[in-house]
């Protein structure tokens, strides 16, 4: 079966969770999105300089959930605490009893970047099942607390997450994985997962071979860590091999767990049981010797989406850009697209230096070594060529970048099919690049049927691929628009930036103010997961302003 193929498989076998936990996210997050004001984007003629890319955001909810697992203190460091998602999941974790102290916490919004530690300490004698459901709502990786909360509590009660609307979100997998290491699992009429460790010890147990019917990353996250607490041994086949998987198990290492294989698709965890089991549980790295896990000290990867979308806004606007750190082998997807529409991708020396995980007894040496800078030196404007894609899991062109990689194939000469394989309804940006001046039309699967649909809305063209018509040397048209996703706020200022400014807009200066701003609404959505990006465009010479009062459309 095709990854496509076993992509829907999943989504149309989805319980009867999908429905609840998409329309939950769906009206929250546009609730939010009003609430953020709009970013005016000038058109930019250059852009120069180095941009400083956060700890991932899907790496850091991941190793704070996995704090969860852990008996001791866990320290993170490189943290992007401004983000609304990474302060909703500590939110997650205060709430069933973890201390969580912030380092800066009061000084940082989304708006200023940030490099913080935060400090989880998650004692067995504190840890409640039941987390706050306000929390929850908020993003769907609180989902990725259930796990070791099961784990260690024995049970735990779980409202379905919410999130950003990008799809059907179902939690199927997740539940499939806990059902595999011996918990009965079940969820409410009104959206609440119970799930309780059938053993009269009240123990999960290894699932021996778990075969995974899709990759999800969130459920590769969610069995990686009950596994580790578990009497026994759990192979997971067909896992996410995502870095951020890697990454967690990489923290869950240090502190006493015995994963092997993260970042491929086969997973083998040996389970350490839980503190005061008395099974297994030797204390290697960070564990307890009374089994269970210990902490660490652990610095987050850096964000390649971050780092993906700098390289599409460089390649837009034409201009060089120097992006640090990042793990360049991370984004091997996107830059090889980029280098097919005719940019170039130079790798500088290593950043960083000591060892980015160590326990307090033990380090681990962990991805710093392959910490880089990276430098993409695009064409003149208007020279991008079109490139087609398909989104994929990892390692395939991830599906949070196409959006920003719409935009890229928006501005280049040539048309573009790109193929959506993961979130089937991820097209919300697609009516906002209309307004740009973008020519998009949705096509059959086979690619050469196209649809008459400049009405249609986001979900009607559900599985359908997109053909983008690239405005090459004419430039993308100012507009007001609206980002309702993370990802799709995040194009659109891309778009912004490489509007094109008009011939004598009165001043001669070229800078296009007669035209005025795009002005890109939706910012709540940025701020779930981009900290200070405006901040960042701007340190590299972008003119863009944030503004309180969202535009009328
Ligand atoms: C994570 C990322 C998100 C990214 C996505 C795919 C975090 C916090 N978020 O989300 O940014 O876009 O990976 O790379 O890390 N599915 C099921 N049943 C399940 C779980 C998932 O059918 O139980 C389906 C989903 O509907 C979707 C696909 O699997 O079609 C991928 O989802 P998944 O990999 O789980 O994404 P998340 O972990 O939610």
Redesign the pocket.
């Known amino acids: 079966m095709t990854r496509a193929a076993s ?1 829907r498989s ?2 149309s076998s ?1 319980s009867s969770s999908s429905s609840s936990s998409s329309s939950s996210s769906s009206s929250s997050s546009h609730g939010a999105a009003d609430s953020g004001g709009y970013l005016a984007v000038s058109p930019c003629a250059s852009l120069r300089g180095v941009v400083p890319i956060a700890g991932a955001k ?1 790496a850091v ?2 190793l704070l959930a996995g704090a969860l697992a852990c008996g001791d203190e866990v320290v993170l460091r490189d943290v992007p605490i401004g983000l609304a998602d990474v302060r909703a999941m500590i939110d997650v974790l205060r709430s069933v009893g973890a201390r969580v102290d912030v380092g800066g916490e009061d000084a940082n919004t989304a708006n200023t970047p940030s490099s913080g530690v935060v400090v989880v300490h998650a004692r067995a004698e504190d840890l409640r099942a039941s987390p706050s459901a306000d929390a929850v709502a908020k993003l ?2 609180s989902f990725f607390a259930a796990g070791p909360i099961l784990a260690r509590a024995g049970r735990v009660s779980m409202p379905l997450p919410g999130g950003c609307a990008i ?8 539940l499939d994985g806990f059902r595999a290491l011996g918990a009965v699992v079940e969820v409410t009429s009104r959206g609440v997962v119970e799930a309780r460790a059938i053993a009269r010890d009240g123990k999960l147990r290894g699932a021996g071979t778990h075969v995974m019917r ?1 990759p ?4 590769t996250h969610a069995i990686v860590m009950a596994a580790s607490l578990a009497v026994g041994d759990t192979t997971i086949v067909n896992a ?1 091999a ?1 870095p ?1 998987i890697e990454d967690l198990a990489a923290m869950l290492n240090a502190s006493g767990a015995k994963i092997r294989g993260a970042g491929t698709s086969v997973i083998t965890i040996e389970g350490v049981g839980v503190a005061g089991s008395g099974e297994k549980g030797d204390g290697g790295g960070g564990g307890t010797g009374r089994g269970g896990l210990g902490g660490c000290a652990h610095d987050a990867i850096p964000d390649r989406i971050e780092a993906g979308t700098m390289l599409v806004v460089a390649a837009c606007v034409g201009s060089t850009l120097t992006l640090s750190p990042v793990i360049p082998e991370h984004m091997t997807a996107t830059t090889a697209l980029l280098i097919d529409a005719g940019c170039s991708i130079d790798v500088g020396d290593e950043v960083g230096g000591e060892s980015k995980s160590k326990s307090k007894s033990n380090s681990n040496s962990n991805s710093t070594s392959r910490r880089r800078s990276m430098t993409i030196t695009p064409p003149p404007r208007g020279g991008l060529r079109a490139v087609d894609f398909t989104t994929a ?1 990892y390692p395939g062109v ?3 970048m196409q959006p920003q990689l719409c935009v890229l194939n928006a501005c280049a000469e040539g048309v573009a099919i790109v193929r959506e394989t ?2 089937e309804s991820r097209w919300s940006h697609v009516p906002e690049l209309r307004r740009m001046g973008v020519e998009c039309d949705f096509v059959d699967a086979d690619g050469d049927d196209a649809v008459a649909n400049a009405n249609a809305n986001a979900n009607a063209n559900a599985g359908r691929s997109l053909r983008i018509v690239g405005v090459g040397a004419r430039g993308l048209r100012r507009a007001d628009v609206r980002g309702s996703d993370l990802r799709a706020s995040a194009a659109l200022i891309v778009a912004g930036l490489a509007v094109m400014a008009p011939m004598g807009d009165g001043d001669g200066d070229g800078d296009g103010e007669a035209q005025g701003p795009t002005r890109v609404a939706g910012l709540a959505h940025l701020d779930r997961g981009y900290e200070g990006l405006d901040a960042k465009l701007r340190g590299v010479g972008a003119d863009v302003e944030r503004r309180p009062v969202p535009p009328r459309k």
């Open positions: 992509s999943a989504r989805a899907n909810l991941a769907r990786a799809g059907a979100r179902p939690v199927d997998l997740h899709f999800s990353v969130g459920a996410a995502e951020e899991p991830p599906t949070d993961v979130f």
